[in-house]
């Protein structure tokens, strides 16, 4: 088993707990953190004795999303380069279209406010637990991008077109009860009461036997509707709005601010 600096990871058979570690940075993912969630979901989906995984974040937040700083010095680094935007997207795309495939079921518990990036990899996730106090919302358009990553596709599975319009285009935080009025999130329950919560869910799919639950999974995935064409056009629009839009600009701005 690896070490691993941008997440904390708990091994106790059937589950596998996963906690986004970088709490000084609202557990802002970076590069690291990406590649080290990739990691840990390579090397456990090849271990039947694990059936369950759950992800959570350390510290008051789930995850603010994707870490600005490091998306603004990669577009400095890379002058705008079609490649880098490209490759970053195929990149991200990849990732969690590999939550898809896992026979595992994958549980986000979420313990705080849930940003971008961070509210994709929970849609991703098989059932979402949310705690009372949290929020969620899509900054993206505020910082002159949009909801990349498949994300816009399976955020219209979930709560529809009107809404996740309103979602997407309007940058506003829900609450706990928005988010399981819309459909977002599966359960609310008090931040003292999450990790039982989640651990009543896991105890009640472990219940009955797990291939039939295994394959529901494979089953209603494959039943919903995964607009795959659409990701073959998200890296081109995404270089178009880093090439010629106004996301060097908001970003700047957004870490600008950050830093006061």
């Known amino acids: 088993m690896k070490d691993y600096q941008t997440i904390s990871v708990e091994w106790s058979k059937p589950v596998l707990k996963v906690a986004f570690n970088r709490p000084e940075k609202a557990n802002a993912m970076n590069k690291q953190m990406n590649e ?50 490209r490759e970053d997207q195929l990149s991200r795309q990849e990732f969690l279209r590999k939550f898809d495939s896992l026979d595992q079921i994958t549980i986000a518990a979420i313990n705080g406010p849930m940003y971008g990036a961070g509210l994709a990899l929970a849609m991703v996730c098989d059932f979402r637990i949310m705690a009372d106090h949290a929020t969620a919302c899509l900054p993206e358009v505020e910082r002159g991008l949009f909801f990349s990553g498949g994300g816009t596709p399976r955020l219209v599975n979930l709560i529809g077109p009107a809404k996740a319009k309103e979602f997407i285009m309007l940058c506003d935080a829900i609450d706990a009860t928005e988010a399981l009025k819309i459909g977002l999130v599966n359960k609310v329950v008090p931040l003292q009461d999450l990790a039982a919560a989640t651990e009543e869910l896991i105890g009640k799919l472990n219940r009955s036997p797990f291939s039939p639950i295994r394959l529901t999974k494979k089953i209603v995935n494959a ?13 081109e629009l995404q270089e178009q709005m880093m090439l010629y839009g106004e996301a060097r600009e908001e970003i700047n701005k957004f870490v600008s601010s950050k830093k006061k």
């Open 223 to 235: 039943a919903t509707p995964r607009f795959e064409n659409l990701l073959f056009y998200e890296p």
């Open 36 to 85: 080290e969630l990739d990691s840990i979901i390579t090397e456990v989906r090849k271990d039947t004795d694990y059936k369950f995984i759950v992800f959570t974040g350390n510290g008051k937040a789930f995850s603010a999303g994707a870490d600005m700083n490091e998306v603004l010095q990669g577009i400095e680094n890379n002058s705008f380069s079609r490649s880098f935007i």
